[in-house]
């Protein structure tokens, strides 16, 4: 006589008949936590008032996703980014900040508050005075990146926040400008002869024109230096 092979998944589907009650009020249960947990963790990140600092397990925090404040100023200036309170942000924030935010908390047991996040400022709701990181205050000026997302910055967006930094580089730039427009100039335009005298009475007045366009843009437009905008939460800077 052939003994009858085990069906697995229908011995499976008995064993969970008999508590399926249960089972079904748990599972609800579960999936109402987590849905409850995202809205609470999606509001601290949308309107959340910023905390000092987040009490970490810092074994269980991975190193080289601290940074402290002095390097995220840094890169924030080279870059001319911002970092400002998540509530500014205007992007949407993807599925998986909020679940890697959701693990940290249940690895930690807490609440994790005082989101910020680094990015462009187009990507700011800013006051009228392209890769963003979610970040989480440590305390002692130190910040946990949970999230990067979005496509990586423009390789040149460095070169061309540079003139940006001081007005020791502006002037630097107008400089360079100044000198590759007076070379252009053809060769005795204003006399017959060109002459080293001539050359610099034409780059002083090309300088001081460029100048002046640069100025007129700036205060126009309410620009300022990175240094100045790196955290501040004002769009005229």
Known sequence: MR???TNIEAKLAKAKAKDSDQILLEVRRLLQDDVENRDRIKKNMDGGSPTAVNAFDFDLLETNRIYHLDQIRTICIDYRLRFLDSKYFKGEI???????????ENEHHIEVKGFKVVAPSKLFRLEDKDDPLLFVPI????????????????????VLAWPFKSIVNLAL???AITYLCTALLPVGLFSREATNGQFWIVFFFMFKSIAAVVLFYGVALGKDFNPAIWNSRYLKT
Do not use: Q
């Open 173 to 175: 730039l107008i400089l």
């Open 139 to 158: 305390g002692n000026n130190y910040f946990y990146l949970i999230h990067k997302w979005g496509n990586d910055l423009h390789p040149f967006r460095r």
């Open 3 to 5: 003994l009858k092979r």
């Open 94 to 104: 993807p599925v998986e900040a909020v679940s890697k935010t959701k693990r940290l």
